[in-house]
């Protein structure tokens, strides 16, 4: 690194590093609630089974993205504040719902609320909010680590138990203090795009269908 490199690093130096280990992790959780918007990349655990994930959410209730489980199938998310709509891929017709439910809604959403318990897990990974809190609070054995790099970023090392076995979380240690990565014994997350926009733009009537019209239930977020 050149002098000029490591002047400008030392200038942006948030600090955290010589903060607590607590203290980090509250920085952490408010800087990501500052930034207002995030995407999140990678894998998390629900009842057991593993949750590919790629999703834009923000702290005004918008998300768009993909979930899926392998051998299960995917389907796209939109979210705009309550209303949530989830567009399922052929894998998952085949393995919910079956061939005349896939004909039925075609190439269209289903549209439902956050509020329904079948979509609840869906509702929590879309909400920024709820996220940070997450990565704030519950935590026990914390304690910091070695500095590293993560996506091209200084960053500090937070270990933790989480509840559900050890986990590491990495810190920014310049610019925002927003966390860059967690990962843990049932998958890693990447943080990225902070503050970037979420696409506003919703599902019209001619391409959902209300999950209410259909007199199948639709597909259940706690299986994907």
Same mark, same amino acid.
Request: charged content about 20%; overall charge negative.
């Given at each position: 690194m050149s002098a000029s490199a490591a002047a400008a690093t030392r200038a942006d130096d948030n600090g955290?590093?010589?903060?607590? $280990?607590?203290r980090v992790l509250q920085q952490a959780a408010q800087a %990501?609630? =500052?930034?207002?918007?995030?995407?999140?990349? +990678?894998?998390?655990?629900?009842?057991?089974?593993r949750i590919d994930l790629d999703l834009r959410l923000d702290?005004?209730?918008?998300?768009?993205?993909?979930?899926?489980?392998?051998?299960?199938?995917?389907?796209?998310?939109?979210?705009?504040?309550?209303?949530?709509?989830?567009?399922?891929?052929?894998?998952f017709w085949a393995t919910h719902g079956g061939e005349a439910l896939s004909q039925l809604v075609g190439?269209?959403?289903l549209k439902t609320t956050s509020d329904n318990p079948d979509f $609840?897990?869906?509702?929590?990974?879309?909400?920024?909010?709820? %996220?940070? =809190?997450?990565?704030?609070?519950?935590?026990? +054995?914390?304690?910091?680590?070695a500095p590293t790099t993560v996506q091209g970023r200084p960053a500090l090392t937070l270990t933790a138990d989480t509840g559900t076995g050890p986990g590491t979380?990495?810190?920014?240690?310049?610019?925002?203090?927003?966390?860059?990565?967690?990962?843990?014994?049932?998958?890693?997350?990447?943080?990225?795009?902070?503050?970037?926009?979420?696409?506003?733009?919703?599902p019209g009537p001619e391409q959902s269908l209300d999950l209410d019209q259909l007199e199948s239930p639709g597909p259940s977020a706690s299986v994907v």
């Open positions: 955290v590093a010589q903060l607590p $280990a607590d %990501l609630k =500052d930034a207002g918007a995030v995407r999140t990349v +990678g894998a998390v655990s629900s009842q057991g089974a702290s005004a209730g918008h998300c768009t993205g993909t979930l899926g489980q392998s051998g299960v199938g995917s389907f796209q998310v939109v979210k705009a504040g309550p209303d949530l709509w989830v567009k399922p891929d052929q894998e190439d269209r959403y $609840a897990e869906i509702g929590e990974l879309c909400d920024l909010d709820a %996220l940070a =809190d997450q990565l704030g609070t519950g935590k026990t +054995g914390l304690a910091k680590g979380l990495y810190v920014a240690t310049t610019g925002s203090p927003v966390p860059l990565e967690l990962t843990k014994s049932t998958g890693t997350v990447e943080f990225s795009d902070f503050g970037t926009p979420v696409p506003s733009a919703t």
